[in-house]
């Protein structure tokens, strides 16, 4: 099962989902239902599966679902639940700072994310890491936990435990509106902003001319930075320096309106960047 086929790029085509072009490419039968009300399923809901496996499907199920399978549903969680239940579980790790994140095997139940614990496998989330690279790591990290959990969920030989309350913290869903950066906030905060919003939706700012640049890859300097916040502090093939409520933050790559991602070198070639303020 996997949602339906959406329009996507430019040209609005309806594309299928990695799902759904995966299983065709091993002839297994696909079902995208448009609704998950009771009955929804039609002739494939007359045998119920052992067990359903749920990775990024992006609805809450209902709880007729959730009991049709003989075992229940279990989840592929990308935390270590249960901090960051929720839509947005890596790129908040990487927004609050945390050292690590991890997969966990859940069981799930009504709640969002609430359900009890099969498996947690951790690793490090790196310096400069952002969200895609990460996304990528968990991915395989979350299929060999589930590879190696299978066996025993099925035969039940292993049983979930239930999240401690006391941990939870959650993690909504990331709209194109939170792109926009603040340069009042720290370098620090920036940075991890920065890497959180890539690949999707990508930080963004406006120059004092009104363009609005979307900024791909940069970090924090050390330092205090005594200049007005959001000016340009330094360009050159280093990168763009620009001031921020605490330190400066140094851009590696960016994307003017309806260009390239470049390097900034690249693009102070054509765009001097001296004495401009970035809007807050």
């Known amino acids: 099962m996997t949602q339906p086929d959406r329009p996507a790029g430019r040209g609005r085509r309806l594309a299928q989902s990695p799902v759904k072009r995966e299983a065709l490419a091993h002839?297994?039968?696909?079902?995208?239902?448009?609704?998950?009300?009771?009955?929804?399923?039609g002739e494939h809901g007359k045998t119920a599966p052992d067990l359903m496996v749920v990775v990024a499907y992006g609805l809450l199920l209902p709880s007729w679902l959730l009991d049709w399978p003989r075992l229940g549903a279990i989840n592929v969680h990308a935390s270590l639940l249960p901090r960051w239940r929720g839509a947005a579980p890596i790129q908040a790790a990487i927004l609050a700072g945390d050292?690590?994140?991890?997969?966990?095997?859940?069981?799930m139940d009504p709640g969002l994310d609430t359900g009890p614990v099969y498996c947690r496998r951790s690793l490090a989330i790196g310096p400069e890491e952002n969200a895609g690279r990460?996304?990528?790591?968990?991915a395989q990290l979350g299929g060999e936990s589930?590879?190696?959990?299978?066996?025993?969920?099925?035969?039940?030989?292993?049983?979930?435990?239930?999240?401690d309350d006391a941990?939870?913290?959650?993690?909504?869903?990331?709209?194109?509106?939170?792109a926009l950066l603040d340069w009042t906030q720290s370098a620090k905060e920036l940075g991890r902003r920065v890497r959180a919003f890539n690949p999707w939706p990508v930080s963004e700012t406006v120059s004092g001319d009104g363009r609005r640049i979307r900024i791909w890859e940069a970090v924090a300097l050390e330092g205090a930075c005594a200049q007005p916040v959001g000016s340009v502090v330094a360009a050159n093939k280093q990168g763009i320096d620009v001031a921020t409520g605490e330190g400066a933050l140094r851009i590696l790559s960016?994307?003017?309106?309806?260009?390239?991602?470049?390097?900034?070198?690249?693009?102070?070639?054509?765009?001097?960047?001296e004495g401009t303020t970035f809007v807050c």
Not at 27 to 41: D, K, R, W
Not at 134 to 138: K, M, P, V
Not at 151 to 163: D, K
Request: cysteine-free; overall charge negative.
């Open 27 to 41: 002839g297994i039968e696909v079902y995208q239902p448009t609704g998950l009300e009771a009955g929804s399923l």
């Open 99 to 107: 050292a690590e994140t991890g997969v966990s095997i859940m069981q």
């Open 134 to 138: 990460l996304h990528d790591r968990l």
């Open 146 to 163: 589930l590879r190696d959990s299978l066996p025993e969920i099925l035969t039940g030989a292993m049983s979930p435990v239930p999240q």
């Open 167 to 178: 941990g939870v913290t959650y993690a909504p869903k990331i709209k194109k509106a939170d």
């Open 254 to 273: 960016l994307q003017p309106p309806g260009g390239n991602v470049m390097v900034a070198q690249a693009y102070l070639n054509a765009h001097p960047l």
